[in-house]
């Protein structure tokens, strides 16, 4: 009976019940990389590799994607959608069309211009005949 009253007087002991929403992704350096691929090399006896690994807590798989991280030069893959490049017809296109709204404002003012124009020289010329 003593040891189930040791249990009850130490409720610390019961582990605590709440779960992380989301576990932090490890984000290993090219150092690190670099590092453990040498000792990967260095391994010469059965075994030794998955020792590595299991006290280093990877894969396999990294290992080989890190050799292929090291033979292009360790630029890390990017996650989430590829990135697009521009289309520079998408550009020129925006320019055509910003320069042909601005060619189209000018041309209604200088048609305004010029019906302003005709009404002024129709006014002059009929103030010029009666006049005479």
Same mark, same amino acid.
């Given at each position: 009976m003593e040891e189930k009253n040791s249990v009850m007087a130490h409720p610390k002991a019961v582990p605590d019940p709440e779960v992380p929403e989301k576990t932090v992704r490890r984000k290993f350096t090219a150092a690190y990389k670099l590092r453990i691929l040498k000792e990967a090399e260095s391994c010469t006896e059965l075994?030794?590799?998955?020792?590595?690994?299991?006290?280093?807590?990877?894969?396999?798989?990294?290992?080989?994607?890190?050799?292929?991280?090291v033979n292009q030069g360790l630029i890390p893959k990017?996650?989430?959608?590829? =990135?697009?490049?521009?289309?520079?017809?998408?550009?020129?296109? &925006? /320019? @055509?069309? *910003? +320069?042909?709204?601005?060619?189209?404002?000018?041309?209604?003012? =200088?048609?305004?211009?010029?019906?302003v124009q005709k009404?002024? &020289? /129709? @006014?002059? *010329? +009929?103030?010029g005949e009666e006049k005479s």
């Open positions: 075994g030794q590799i998955g020792a590595l690994l299991r006290r280093e807590g990877l894969y396999s798989s990294s290992l080989t994607s890190w050799r292929h991280q990017k996650r989430g959608p590829v =990135a697009r490049k521009a289309d520079p017809l998408i550009h020129r296109n &925006a /320019e @055509l069309e *910003k +320069e042909n709204a601005q060619l189209t404002h000018k041309l209604k003012q =200088a048609e305004l211009i010029i019906s009404k002024v &020289a /129709e @006014l002059l *010329k +009929e103030s």
